[in-house]
């Protein structure tokens, strides 16, 4: 396993990161964060607000999160905010477009904005089948 600098995320299919475990339950994930978060609950279940970083928990264990182009993310070696991220995944990988969410269910991992339009890019790094339905659709 790499592991990643406190400033840098490594992403690794369907584990997530060393700091955002998918899986790992709602309470050692927090304890592992930094005072400042915000945490929010309601019916849907809770998210943590970690800086970039949200993360989306149901029955109390991390489900999929989600990193904003401010931070400094790889996977397999790659900038996933580079301009040649998005090539190289689909150069690789199978996807499916939905809902402005280009989604690679191989890897867990869906990207938005990564048009020349777009003004802010966003990965999010899921559980295996856990966007399913959305594919599905």
């Known amino acids: 396993m790499t592991f990643s600098t406190p400033d840098q995320l490594i992403i690794i299919p369907f584990v997530g990161t060393e700091r955002y475990l998918l899986g790992s339950p709602f309470d050692k994930i927090k304890e592992n964060l930094a005072t400042d978060i915000q945490i929010i609950e309601n019916k849907k279940g809770k998210r943590i607000i970690d800086g970039p970083v949200s993360l989306k928990f149901k029955d109390d264990k991390l489900l999929e999160f989600s990193i ?70």
Not at 97 to 120: D, M, R, S, V
Request: glycine content about 8%; cysteine-free; hydrophobic content about 40%.
């Open 68 to 137: 904003l182009d401010t931070a400094n993310v790889l996977f397999d070696g790659h900038d996933v905010f580079s301009n040649t991220f998005k090539a190289f995944l689909t150069g690789k990988y199978a996807s499916v477009y939905k809902y402005g969410f280009l989604i690679f269910a191989e890897i867990g991992i869906a990207l938005n904005g990564y048009t020349e339009k777009e003004e802010q890019k966003t990965i999010t790094v899921f559980q295996k089948g856990n966007w399913d339905e959305i594919i599905n659709l």
